[in-house]
């Protein structure tokens, strides 16, 4: 019999019940194609920081 799916299952099939645990592969290239251990879901992760990720050493003192 197959499931039906209402409103609360609908929910629930696309809020995962854990934390991600990403398995990245080796840098090659722009991107890398990361795999969850537990769900299987994948994702995109960039190889490389654009200029507004850094912060400076005198950024970070005065933030603190």
Same mark, same amino acid.
């Not at 039906?4 to 990245?24: G, M, S, V, Y």
């Given at each position: 019999?197959? %499931? =039906?799916l #209402? %409103? !609360? =299952?609908?929910?629930?099939? =696309?809020?995962? !019940?854990? /934390?991600h645990? &990403? %398995?990245?592969?080796?840098?090659? $290239?722009?991107? *890398?194609? $990361?795999? +969850? %251990?537990? +769900? $299987?879901? #994948?994702?995109?992760?960039?190889? &490389?920081?654009?200029? $507004?990720? /850094?912060? =400076?050493?005198?950024?970070?003192? *005065?933030?603190?």
């Amino acid at each position: 019999m197959a %499931k =039906t799916l #209402t %409103k !609360d =299952t609908a929910q629930e099939a =696309t809020r995962p !019940d854990h /934390f991600h645990h &990403w %398995k990245i592969e080796e840098p090659n $290239g722009q991107v *890398s194609r $990361g795999v +969850c %251990k537990h +769900c $299987g879901a #994948t994702k995109e992760f960039r190889n &490389w920081l654009q200029d $507004g990720d /850094f912060i =400076t050493n005198e950024e970070h003192r *005065s933030a603190a």
